[in-house]
Each structure stands twice: as C-alpha cells, then as structure tokens.
C-alpha cells in the first residue's frame, strides 16, 4: 500500500497540473495573438 499511494498522489497531480499547463499555454498564445493582430493591419 505504501508504493501505490504516491503513484496516485502523483497521478492526481498531474491530472491537475497538465490541464492547467495547457490552458496557460493556450491562453498565453490566444493573449498574444490578438495584442500583435491590430499590427497585421
């Protein structure tokens, strides 16, 4: 019981940790995206 309880410590912090990633990621390429587009113009 000692070796799985960290596997699913782990595993929830991953599950919440990749999708907060993700989103920074996306949401930093959306910011900047739209703050260069008015320069396009």
Do not use: H
């Not at 990633?21 to 260069?36: D, K, N, Q, R, S």
């Amino acid at each position: 019981m000692t070796s799985v309880a960290p596997a699913n410590d782990n595993r929830k912090i991953s599950d919440g940790f990749f999708p907060l990633v993700v989103f920074l990621v996306v949401t930093e390429i959306a910011a900047t995206v739209l703050l260069t587009l008015p320069n396009w113009y």
